[in-house]
Protein backbone atom coordinates (compact mmCIF):
# COMPACT_ATOMS: atom_id res chain seq x y z
CA UNK A 1 0.00 0.00 0.00
CA UNK A 2 2.81 2.18 0.80
CA UNK A 3 4.07 2.11 -2.78
CA UNK A 4 0.69 3.29 -4.34
CA UNK A 5 1.58 6.54 -1.41
CA UNK A 6 4.93 6.87 -3.13
CA UNK A 7 3.49 6.74 -6.66
CA UNK A 8 0.50 9.23 -5.85
CA UNK A 9 3.36 11.56 -4.73
CA UNK A 10 5.55 11.28 -7.53
CA UNK A 11 2.42 12.11 -9.79
CA UNK A 12 1.54 14.83 -7.44
CA UNK A 13 5.35 16.21 -7.96
CA UNK A 14 5.42 16.22 -11.59
CA UNK A 15 2.56 18.89 -11.57
CA UNK A 16 5.91 21.29 -10.28
CA UNK A 17 7.00 21.14 -13.99
CA UNK A 18 6.29 22.74 -16.80
CA UNK A 19 6.32 20.40 -19.93
CA UNK A 20 3.67 18.26 -17.52
CA UNK A 21 1.16 20.58 -17.14
CA UNK A 22 1.50 21.54 -20.56
CA UNK A 23 0.07 17.98 -21.24
CA UNK A 24 -2.13 17.85 -18.80
CA UNK A 25 -3.85 20.88 -20.25
CA UNK A 26 -3.84 19.88 -23.67
CA UNK A 27 -5.54 16.08 -21.89
CA UNK A 28 -8.52 18.32 -20.68
CA UNK A 29 -8.87 20.05 -23.93
CA UNK A 30 -9.00 16.36 -25.97
CA UNK A 31 -10.99 15.28 -23.11
CA UNK A 32 -13.75 17.76 -23.07
CA UNK A 33 -13.48 17.64 -27.40
CA UNK A 34 -14.27 14.01 -26.93
CA UNK A 35 -17.50 14.49 -24.78
CA UNK A 36 -18.43 17.63 -26.65
CA UNK A 37 -18.06 15.54 -30.09
CA UNK A 38 -19.27 12.44 -28.69
CA UNK A 39 -16.60 9.97 -29.68
CA UNK A 40 -17.01 6.28 -30.09
CA UNK A 41 -15.59 4.11 -27.51
CA UNK A 42 -12.82 2.70 -29.41
CA UNK A 43 -11.85 6.75 -30.13
CA UNK A 44 -12.00 6.73 -26.40
CA UNK A 45 -10.00 4.29 -25.82
CA UNK A 46 -7.17 5.35 -28.35
CA UNK A 47 -7.34 8.82 -26.78
CA UNK A 48 -7.00 7.19 -23.18
CA UNK A 49 -4.31 5.34 -24.05
CA UNK A 50 -2.10 8.03 -26.27
CA UNK A 51 -2.76 10.63 -23.48
CA UNK A 52 -1.61 8.06 -20.77
CA UNK A 53 1.49 7.76 -23.08
CA UNK A 54 2.76 11.35 -23.39
CA UNK A 55 2.11 11.62 -19.58
CA UNK A 56 3.83 8.83 -18.57
CA UNK A 57 6.64 9.57 -20.69
CA UNK A 58 6.91 13.15 -19.57
CA UNK A 59 7.23 11.28 -15.91
CA UNK A 60 9.96 9.18 -17.00
CA UNK A 61 11.91 12.06 -18.66
CA UNK A 62 11.67 14.37 -15.76
CA UNK A 63 12.88 11.34 -13.77
CA UNK A 64 15.75 10.69 -15.95
CA UNK A 65 16.29 14.31 -15.96
CA UNK A 66 16.56 14.50 -12.01
CA UNK A 67 18.63 11.54 -11.74
CA UNK A 68 20.96 12.82 -14.37
CA UNK A 69 21.72 16.09 -13.23
CA UNK A 70 22.48 14.56 -9.72
CA UNK A 71 24.74 12.23 -11.07
CA UNK A 72 26.55 14.91 -13.25
CA UNK A 73 26.11 17.97 -11.92
CA UNK A 74 28.77 19.38 -14.07
CA UNK A 75 28.43 19.30 -17.99
CA UNK A 76 28.94 15.69 -19.22
CA UNK A 77 28.05 14.56 -22.71
CA UNK A 78 26.67 11.50 -22.33
CA UNK A 79 24.80 13.10 -19.33
CA UNK A 80 23.30 14.98 -22.12
CA UNK A 81 22.89 12.40 -24.48
CA UNK A 82 20.59 10.32 -22.35
CA UNK A 83 18.58 13.88 -21.55
CA UNK A 84 17.83 14.14 -25.29
CA UNK A 85 17.42 10.59 -25.91
CA UNK A 86 14.18 10.87 -23.37
CA UNK A 87 13.14 14.27 -24.69
CA UNK A 88 13.26 12.54 -27.74
CA UNK A 89 10.77 10.06 -26.61
CA UNK A 90 8.43 12.49 -25.45
CA UNK A 91 8.21 14.06 -28.64
CA UNK A 92 7.40 11.03 -30.30
CA UNK A 93 4.60 10.55 -28.44
CA UNK A 94 3.06 13.56 -28.42
CA UNK A 95 3.50 13.95 -32.28
CA UNK A 96 1.78 10.52 -32.17
CA UNK A 97 -1.03 11.70 -30.24
CA UNK A 98 -1.57 14.91 -32.19
CA UNK A 99 -1.72 12.88 -35.35
CA UNK A 100 -4.07 10.48 -33.46
CA UNK A 101 -6.14 13.39 -32.16
CA UNK A 102 -6.60 15.04 -35.71
CA UNK A 103 -7.72 11.54 -37.06
CA UNK A 104 -10.52 11.26 -34.53
CA UNK A 105 -11.48 14.51 -34.45
CA UNK A 106 -10.87 16.31 -37.82
CA UNK A 107 -13.74 14.75 -39.20
CA UNK A 108 -16.48 15.24 -36.41
CA UNK A 109 -15.25 18.81 -36.80
CA UNK A 110 -15.57 19.13 -40.43
CA UNK A 111 -19.06 17.18 -40.67
CA UNK A 112 -20.39 20.22 -38.20
CA UNK A 113 -19.76 22.01 -41.16
CA UNK A 114 -20.60 20.26 -44.22
Do not use: Q
Not at 45 to 60: G, H, R
Not at 78 to 90: E, Q, T
Amino acid sequence: MANFGFAYRGILFSFSERNIRIHYAAAVCAINAGLVLNISPIEWIVLVMMISLVIALEMVNTAIEIVVDMVCPDHNEFAGKAKDIAAGAVLIAAKAAVVVGSIIFIPKIMALYF
